[in-house]
């Protein structure tokens, strides 16, 4: 007799500005299928590769038209090779490993509410206002391409070679920009179902 498990993953992503408040991107996710299947057998498997490590992001996930009209290309969630467009930007979000300098402000949680078959994986990750290092003073870019104008972030996988472990997830977005008045604040939940 076999039993049938049916695995279904889903996430969400919720940007804020910390200081003042202002929902800055609140929208759902694409997963890495391939990547995120194989995460969870290594890290059910006890192996050091499948966990989340770290959040990346990037700026070339879109283009704006000189009229102001944003395209956005599709999310790289297919193949074990997936990265961003542009990745410019990693933190890690492992509050565990020895490289996450900060644990409190970028950290990950498990929540799970007795009796239902779905768990959450809650990734918060921080940028301070002095990071990243070359940011602009204010909030006012105008160059859509500028290395911490981000359009598109995602989770990655621990690799042995820090900043090459798999892209578990890509969610594309409206440009925000991080620059030294803003914290920015980026609240990450990937959902997995059971039935």
Excluded at 5 to 30: C, M, P, Q, S, Y
Excluded at 59 to 77: I, K, L, M, R
Aim: net charge negative.
């Amino acid at each position: 007799m076999q039993d049938k498990l049916g695995t279904r993953f889903e996430g969400h992503v919720f940007i804020r500005d910390k200081n003042t408040g202002e929902v800055l991107v609140d929208k759902k996710n694409a997963i890495n299928f391939e990547n995120m299947s194989e995460a969870l057998a290594l890290s059910l498997a006890n192996r050091s590769t499948g966990h989340v490590h770290e959040m990346v992001f990037g700026n070339g996930a879109s283009t704006v038209s000189g009229t102001g009209a944003v395209t956005y290309f599709p999310p790289n969630a297919n193949g074990q090779t997936a990265q961003l467009y542009n990745q410019t930007y990693r933190k890690v979000v492992d509050d565990m490993s020895p490289l996450n300098l900060y644990p409190v402000d970028n950290n990950m949680r498990v929540q799970h509410a007795q009796n239902t078959t779905y768990t959450d994986i809650v990734v918060t990750c921080t940028l301070s206002a002095a990071e990243p290092t070359g940011q602009a003073a204010i909030d006012n870019e105008t160059n859509n391409d500028s290395a911490y104008v981000f359009d598109e972030l995602g989770l990655k996988s621990f690799a042995a070679t820090e900043g090459t472990g798999k892209l578990l997830s890509h969610v594309i977005f409206h440009p925000v920009q991080k620059s030294l008045n803003r914290t920015i604040e980026i609240v990450y939940t990937v959902r997995i179902f059971m039935s």
